[in-house]
């Protein structure tokens, strides 16, 4: 009994550093509880995290990309402000706009 409590544990924290990943909580639980808990572990945590959807609300403290806001560096081709100086990836001189 003390078996399937733990497992059931270990999946549960499984699902929990998943979801705090950016992947289905429910679907690493559900995975986790078939195959094994620290098989789960490990590939959840070699999986890495997963980039934030555009269509997603922004963090705090965090500020969306928008054409009004944001332009593309012509060398690099990343976003930066439009009222940047300077390209903060590659380095380039940029006329603000």
């Known amino acids: 009994m003390e ?3 733990a497992w059931t544990v270990f999946s549960v924290i499984v699902a929990i550093i998943a979801s705090n990943r950016g992947r289905s909580g ?3 639980f559900c995975m986790s509880m078939l195959l094994s808990p620290l098989l789960m ?3 959840v945590l070699a ?3 997963v ?3 555009p269509s997603e609300p922004v963090a705090a403290g965090q500020e969306m990309a928008t054409p009004e806001t944001h ?3 012509p ?3 990343e976003l930066v402000r439009r009222d ?3 390209c903060k990836h590659c380095g380039i001189v940029l006329v603000p706009q």
């Open 41 to 43: 572990t490990l590939l």
């Open 71 to 73: 332009v593309r560096c």
């Open 47 to 49: 999986l890495g995290r």
């Open 84 to 86: 940047a100086k300077k």
């Open 75 to 77: 060398d690099c081709r």
């Open 51 to 53: 980039k934030p959807d």
């Open 3 to 5: 078996f399937v409590i």
């Open 26 to 28: 429910f679907g690493w």
